[in-house]
């Protein structure tokens, strides 16, 4: 098997600009995952996201999940749990409107440095999606601009916490399933690994690296490259050590954004009789509604389901059959 993609960020500036991006077309066409270093993002600034998470879990959160394990019976369970993630989580939203002053139990100095970090994710997030736009031969600004919607994309980070499980065989820290949105940025823990991705029909683990920053496509993604860039399988394997630290950063479009194809990619691959079944075009929160109860099936039938519904110029007006 192939090394998982790293991709140094630094060589973009210099002779090697060329082969780093063709890096990031072969991670984007063939894993749907790729790695970043020297991303930007000051080190001392994750050191103290990382610091300040952990603290709030131990503070926070530790003794509630540890509740729900006893008030479940959790740990006397003996056939395998698929209802249910072993996992502590809260979610923030930044775009289009914040909500970090309403999360209760956070110190102030921690919605700051969230805030903080955020901000410079949001500004990652927009310089891959121009970088991406480079790669597939389509105006800068096109990805951003297509995830606008009316008020800007919704920018919200997922903060999860990954406890010891005692029975790791019967639980996933975080079922199987691909992300719903645009493109996925994580700040994972550095030492307890645990995340996986699906490749090749086999289960592949995506490397903890100190200070990196990992890159994901999502279901949106894939319908507006006509399915060039694929949203891809990955899950979460609960250990019975250590407490892994997850913080995924979610940049999607806005709620009332039009998602569909690149109508230039569309024609190329008809014209090279590729990817001839065009994906549907829909509203994002449609879609978003659909997710929300098939998260970990399949997407296929999701897009199908739209296409289906779009066919049918429900909800989406003459938008639709534009």
Known sequence: MENFPVINMEKLNGEERGATMEKIKDACENWGFFELLNHGIPYELLDTVERMTKEHYKKCMEQRFKELVASKALEGVQAEVNDMDWESTFHLRHLPESNLSEIPDLQDEYRKVMKEFALKLEKLAEELLDLLCENLGIEKGYLKKAFYGSKGPTFGTKVSNYPPCPKPELFKGLRAHTDAGGIILLFQDDKVSGLQLLK???????????????????????????????????????????????????????????????????????????????????????????????????????????????????????????
Do not use: C
């Not at 079944?277 to 739209?306: I, S, W």
């Open 200 to 322: 090749d029909g086999q289960w592949i683990d995506v490397p903890p690296m100190r200070h990196s920053i990992v890159i994901n496509i999502g279901d949106q993604l894939e319908v507006i490259t006509n399915g060039k860039y694929k949203s891809v399988l990955h899950r979460v394997i609960a250990q019975t050590n250590g407490n892994r630290m997850s913080i995924a950063s979610f940049y999607n479009p806005g709620s009332d954004a039009v998602i569909y194809p690149v109508p230039a990619m569309v024609e190329k691959d008809q014209a090279e009789e590729k990817n001839v079944n065009v994906y549907p075009k829909f509203v994002f929160e449609d879609y978003m509604k659909l997710y929300a109860g098939l998260k970990f099936q399949a997407k296929e039938p999701r897009f199908e389901a739209m296409k289906a519904a779009t066919e049918a110029n429900v909800k989406l007006g003459p938008i639709a059959t534009a």
